[in-house]
């Protein structure tokens, strides 16, 4: 069966440090991988997707990006965090021209201070 | 473009009451829509889904019927439980439209025992 892990499950940074989260799934080839973003109280907010290795597309400017080295491996990164930038990552994936369902990872909450 | 309108929260509810959540949405094409469900703390998880008019999703005791002449997909439970208590998207895909996934703004519920 297909499983999806982040990591960090939490993280506390200074404004102004870099940032590195991870996201792999496990189970499934050539997944559609998607980055989200919940803000205290608000819904999701899609920040980038990828429908392949190297292939990403960002939704959102902002000083965040995101890298898939690898078929199954999604990172977000950033080279200098904003205190805007706290929230609650979550990661997803889907079957690529299915119905579209997504599988969501547990997420990871970011505090920059 | 496409959209999905829910009903703003916090519902808050005793045990075994009825529940009902409003869910509209607008979409060119032959959209899924979806119901998920955020336990506090947690990812998304798929509550139920419909991929086509007058299909119902149903799961844990929660149904939703895709209704095409309404453009709505209203979550109802006819008892609900404490347990119950978690953030509840309605969300919608079109398999034409690069595999993304529009989620509504979420709805908390409150289940009081």
């Known amino acids: 069966s297909q499983t999806i892990h982040q990591w960090p499950a939490t993280l506390v940074q200074p404004v102004g440090s870099p940032l590195s989260l991870e996201c792999t799934v496990e189970?499934?080839?050539?997944?559609?991988l998607y980055w989200y973003r919940q803000a205290a109280g608000r819904g999701l907010q899609l920040l980038f997707y990828?429908?392949?290795?190297?292939?990403i597309s960002s939704e959102v400017p902002q000083n965040l990006s995101a890298s898939r080295p690898q078929d199954r491996q999604f990172i977000l990164s950033s080279k200098k965090l904003l205190l805007s930038d706290s929230g609650f990552y979550l990661c997803?994936?889907?079957?690529?021209?299915?119905?579209?369902?997504?599988?969501f990872g547990p997420g990871t909450r970011l505090t920059v201070l | 473009g496409n959209s999905v309108t829910q009903m703003e929260g916090p519902v808050t509810l005793s045990e075994e009451a009825f529940l009902t959540i409003n869910c509209t949405y607008t979409a060119t094409g032959y959209p899924s829509l979806f119901w998920y469900v955020q336990y506090p703390g947690e990812g998304l998880q798929l509550l139920l889904k419909a991929t086509k008019a007058d299909d119902k999703g149903s799961n844990k005791g929660f149904e939703a019927t895709y209704r095409k002449e309404t453009t709505s997909f209203h979550l109802e439970k006819g008892s609900v439980q404490v347990s119950d208590s978690a953030v509840y998207f309605c969300a919608l895909s079109d398999v034409n439209r690069d595999d993304k996934i529009i989620f509504g703004k979420g709805t908390r519920l409150h289940i009081l025992p």
């Open positions: 990828s429908v392949g290795i190297g292939q």
């Open positions: 189970g499934t080839s050539n997944p559609n």
């Open positions: 997803a994936w889907s079957v690529p021209g299915t119905s579209g369902e997504q599988f």
